[in-house]
């Protein structure tokens, strides 16, 4: 198979069996709890039937594999599944992330070839990112990080060390990780969890999942902005899940906040647009048009920086993801083959774009991504 015709997954989880035996020694959230009909996976409070069926398909890799060879995947970059570690004490998390890096190294390593060149299994490793640890702590797992072969980035949820990502504590930890040339993948956890938002009737987990989690992202990458990260950090590689929720549907509404706000309207070099194309993207989204109005709201971002920016296609800051675990197919005893919604939608999402040539869609599926990820 051609570069070209690559098919490569950026968003998708594991919990390695390390982790999933501190989920199942807990007894408050987040937890593995066993009952009677199965093994249930608790990791927000209040979780509609009491959490999701979790078994070996979320730390077997062979299963992983098993999935990819189905859909046609050929690389997969694999992360740990939220909540992460900030649940956990300082030097727990530190050891945590340490042995659960390493764990991950050995996963990718050990599993088969793509090429001469290429792994099938690549990886994003974790941070202690939990409140009153010592900066330094956490740039020596940077550090660890950046020394595994097979780790080409760390997944990060938005809280930080507790008071979000616009901390400026965070500093050295931008730098570092610009240095070692890892992505961030800037990933939900928490959602939007006020009553007043989600009302009092029984809706599932449609309002937190499907609005909660993207509105996060939408805030925590937005307050980057405002702080000025990107400014100070201009080659900070970070790949936003879910299409970056609804930060490019708001940015010329964020733009003209900043405009008409005397507390931040000279605080930074660029409109807030500018910004949006300094950012990746997966291409969960499950709509040709969603990932259309996404790809052109960061190709025009360009033209918000100075007369010697560069333009960005908006296509190529855009990869393929599948959420795999989650999300599997609502099965019946006729249909046990089913392919999963997230591969077909996500796929054919890409494949409707019309505004994309067949070049920029096969870059989507897959050379996007290897190019971010320094596999090229």
Known sequence: MSARTLLVDVHTHLYLPR????????????MIRSRADGDRLIILDNEPSGGRPVGSQYWDRDQKLAFMDKHGIDISIVSTANP???????????SMANSLNQDLEEYCSSGPSFSPTLQRLYGMGLLPLVPSISVPTILDEVDHVAQLPHLRGVIMGTRGIGKGLDDDALEPVWSKISDKGLVIFL?????????????EKDNGHVLPLALGFPFETTVATTRMILAGVFDRHPSLKILLAHSGGALPILSSRLASCITHDPVVASRLQHDARWYLGKL??????????????????IGRAGKYGTPTTEAVAGSSHMTFGTDHPFFPPILDAVKQDSKWMSVVENLKAIDGVRDWSEAEK???????????????
């Open 84 to 94: 992460w570690l900030d649940f956990l004490s300082v030097s727990e998390a530190t």
């Open 362 to 376: 096969s870059a989507v599926r897959g050379q996007n991504a290897l190019k971010l990820f320094g596999l090229n």
């Open 280 to 297: 990746y993207y997966d291409a969960v989204a499950y709509g040709a048009e969603e990932l259309g109005f996404v790809s052109s709201t």
């Open 19 to 30: 982790y999933a035996s501190l989920l199942r020694s807990r007894a408050s959230v987040p």
């Open 187 to 199: 990933h939900p956890h928490y959602g939007v969890s006020s009553s007043d938002v989600w009302g």
